[in-house]
């Protein structure tokens, strides 16, 4: 079946560690995007790209990298230069010629820090 | 400054009833709005998508609502059930910023 693949659903992390979720998707969509959400926020854009070999940083990269160097593939790196980096990350995809479109979501990645 | 805000308190409703969330929006020129559904500890899911110049969509039991001029839309469950139950997020594309932004979303609980 089509969709997103989030790995690994729990992740503890030491302080001081650089950890990489892994996001996979076989829908063909262009863009891909991760999110950050904390309890009692709205979701926060990290990254996104929209093209292979391109990405732009969202509201709150600072501590995280990204690549994407497949289409299908856009792996996110929760650096120790994040300061507060517990909390449920979304990884996202959808298809930018269709315009205005909706977002297909993962499951989410649950990082703790110890 | 630029907000997005939904009913941070839980919404408790009967089932059978209609349940009404509500997104308001302040200082953003929207181009879209959509609804998703988030279960605890999954991911959220694509609902309802309406843009700037409709009044109103609807889909199965689902309605919602875009008031430009209020700032507002409002998002109705008809007929509701235990199954509803769950997180409700509203998001808005700006066309001032080019991106999509959340709400906080809205927690419902339908209890039988």
């Known amino acids: 079946d089509g969709g997103i693949t989030q790995s690994p659903k729990y992740l503890f992390r030491k302080e001081g560690q650089n950890v990489t979720l892994s996001c996979e998707q076989n829908?063909?969509?262009?863009?891909m995007y991760w999110y950050r959400q904390d309890p009692g926020q709205g979701l926060r854009l990290i990254y996104y790209?929209?093209?292979?070999?391109?990405?732009q940083k969202g509201d709150i990269a600072e501590g995280y990298s990204v690549s994407r160097e497949k289409k299908e593939s856009f792996p996110l790196t929760v650096t120790s230069a994040q300061k507060n980096p517990t909390a449920f990350y979304l990884c996202?995809?959808?298809?930018?010629?269709?315009?205005?479109?909706?977002?297909?979501f993962g499951e989410g990645s649950r990082l703790t820090v110890l | 400054s630029q907000k997005i805000e939904q009913n941070s308190e839980a919404l408790n409703i009967q089932e059978g009833k209609t349940a009404t969330l509500t997104c308001n929006y302040t200082n953003y020129s929207p181009a879209y709005l959509q609804w998703y559904r988030q279960d605890p500890g999954r991911g959220p899911v694509f609902l309802l998508l309406?843009?700037?110049?409709?009044k109103e969509k609807r889909k199965e039991r689902l309605k919602v609502t875009f008031d430009t001029t209020l700032k507002q839309s409002l998002f109705h469950i008809t007929a509701s059930q235990p199954a509803d139950s769950a997180t409700y997020l509203c998001a808005l594309f700006s066309s001032n910023t080019g991106k999509l932004i959340f709400g906080q979303g809205t927690t419902l609980q339908v209890k039988p």
């Open positions: 829908l063909n969509h262009d863009a």
């Open positions: 309406i843009r700037e110049n409709e």
């Open positions: 790209s929209q093209i292979v070999n391109d990405f």
């Open positions: 996202a995809s959808s298809i930018l010629s269709l315009g205005p479109g909706e977002l297909f």
